[in-house]
Structure formats: C-alpha cells, structure tokens
C-alpha cells in the first residue's frame, strides 16, 4: 500500500492517543469490548475513523487479531494484532495489561523505527499520563513479545 498521509495520521491518533487514553479512563468499557465474542473492535474504530477523512478503508477484517492471556501472577493481557505498519511510529501490536480488580492497568506498544533505510520495531509503554516509553528493541513473534513485556511488568519499570 502506497503511503497515505490521512491514513498514517488516523492511525497514529487511534493508536498513540485514543486507544491508551481510552483504557486508562474506562477500562471495563474498553476490556468488555475487546472480549465481546464476533465483535471485532479494532476494525470497527479503525474503519469509521479512517473513512471519516474520506479515504477508503484499506484493510481488511482478517487483518485485525486479538488474543488474551493470563500471566501467572493472576494479570491478564489483550494482545492486538493490527495491519501492517505502512511508516515509522505506527503499530503493528497492541498489548493491554490488567489486574481482575483494574486496578492496574498497562498500555504497550510494538512499534515501527527505522534504522538506516530499514523498518525495525521497538517496544513502548504509554502511561496513564500519556508519556511515552521506548524501551527498545524486541521480538516480532507473539511469545517474544509477551515475555518482554511481562519481564517489564514484573520489574516494575513501566
């Protein structure tokens, strides 16, 4: 897909302001929704946004997965597979942290970061204040990733 300005930026208000923004202030809302069975959240807010500029939606169903999981320690995760990021700072996953009581509550990202020429990804935190958090480099398989982010979590560095 070529790049598409209006596209890039609708992608990364959902995916850097509102999707966080959004969980922090009505997690129940948000993590109802995202477990809803047949309801596919991901592609309906990023379909209405997008053609809201005018743009034709470019992506299809299959191409926004979510999966959830529970670490030992009784936290539970959401993690969201979006469609493949077209430039840098846009995300290609999405991961939720939360306790049962929500009390707390984490906000990750996998992002895109170029490196000479060539697309790499990095792992982000986005906190309850909305400041963003490299924490580097990670994996690109779905284990890898929930690893890294449950070493940050149990460190207590998010």
Known sequence: MAFNR??????????QKRLPERF????????????????????KLFKTLIERTGEQFPYKEADFKTNCFKFSDGTFGCFVTLPKPESVMLCAHIIYLFSQDLKTLKFFTVETDEFIGQMNYKLCSINREGKHVNHGGCPMNPSG??????????????
């Open 24 to 43: 922090y202030e009505t997690p129940k809302d948000v993590i109802q929704s995202i477990l809803e069975p047949g309801n596919n959240t991901f592609y």
């Open 6 to 15: 209006n596209i890039y930026n609708t992608r990364y208000e959902i995916e």
């Open 145 to 158: 990733i929930i690893a890294k982010v449950q070493e940050l979590y149990n460190g207590a560095s998010v």
